[in-house]
């Protein structure tokens, strides 16, 4: 069921990039995206993990850079039943990790600094198993392709919006007038960090309850989501991350952040939800 609703939801994000092409530019405009959004598929299955590595500005390390930190994967990768991921990390003090990757083999688990500083062991191995959760689940892919989708079309949105304070559109029916310039303008950035939305909500409460069974103590992951919401509210706003991105994080990292639309629509379902669910899964196991 929830592989029917994000094919479904992937589908309608297709389709609010081929309306934008056509309220932009008529006919032509949607062809256009419709060829754009057919590429960014391709692109983003095969390339996904070196784009999101490469925009957070993820380090690869190997057992010999980063001994603890690896071997912990590895164990937790064989608890899940996974092929090894690569191991990253991101150089931000602010605590998060994402996973990403087209398949579990060819995945990779990325973790901040200073998420290595602010959590102990075993906090840390409830992050890392929350993330190869969705590395077995295949969430990686659709949400690499999600965050691709959604910056085009933003990016769309804010060069229609510099197009119409330049007159650098025409206003005629061929190219979609002034109701066309509203919906590239507003709705479909609106309808695309919905959908980014439910497709992160319906994954993060499964990740949370397969990460407490990998790593054997929901209650380690439980607190580590407290830590990392404490620092997300309270401290700076992780420099490397980004609207189209954040829901790829186990936090959002733009949560503290100042931007109405940011905190407005959230990638995240509550943090205290999700404790609470961990501390009954913890009962349930006699933790």
């Known amino acids: 069921m929830n592989t029917l609703k ?27 995206m419709l060829f754009i959004s057919l590429a960014m598929n391709f692109g983003t299955y095969w390339f996904s993990d070196t784009i999101v590595l490469k925009t957070y500005g993820a380090r690869e390390v190997t057992a010999d850079d980063a001994p603890e930190l690896y071997n912990l994967v590895a164990n937790l990768a064989a608890n899940a039943e996974l092929p090894m991921p690569r191991v990253c990390i991101i150089n931000s003090g602010v605590p998060n990790a994402f996973a990403t990757g087209r398949n579990p083999s060819h995945a990779a688990v990325a973790v901040t600094t200073g998420l290595m500083q602010a959590l102990n062991y075993d906090e840390i191995a409830g992050v890392l198993a929350h993330e190869l959760s969705h590395v077995k689940h295949r969430d990686t ?79 380690a992951l439980a607190n580590a989501l407290e830590k990392i919401e404490y620092f997300s509210l309270n401290g700076p706003v992780m420099s490397q991350a980004t609207t189209s991105t954040a829901h790829m994080c186990i936090i959002n990292p733009l949560k ?7 905190n407005l629509f959230s990638t995240h379902p509550p943090t205290s939800e999700r404790i609470a669910r961990l501390r009954q899964q913890a009962i349930a196991m006699g933790k």
Request: charged share 10%.
């Open 141 to 219: 892919l659709i949400s690499c392709v999600a965050a691709a989708m959604a910056g085009i079309i933003s990016m769309i949105a804010n060069i229609a919006q510099w197009a119409a304070i330049f007159g650098g559109r025409s206003d005629d029916d061929e190219n979609g007038g002034f109701i066309g310039l509203i919906v590239t303008i507003v709705i479909a950035p609106i309808a695309a960090a919905l959908i980014q939305m439910a497709i992160s909500r319906s994954r993060e409460y499964e990740a949370d309850k397969a990460g407490g069974e990998i790593c054997g103590n929901p209650n």
């Open 6 to 32: 994000t094919t479904v939801l992937m589908a309608l994000l297709m389709g609010i990039l081929i309306a934008v092409g056509g309220a932009f530019a008529g006919r032509s405009g949607a062809m256009i």
């Open 256 to 262: 503290g952040s100042k931007q109405t639309f940011v």
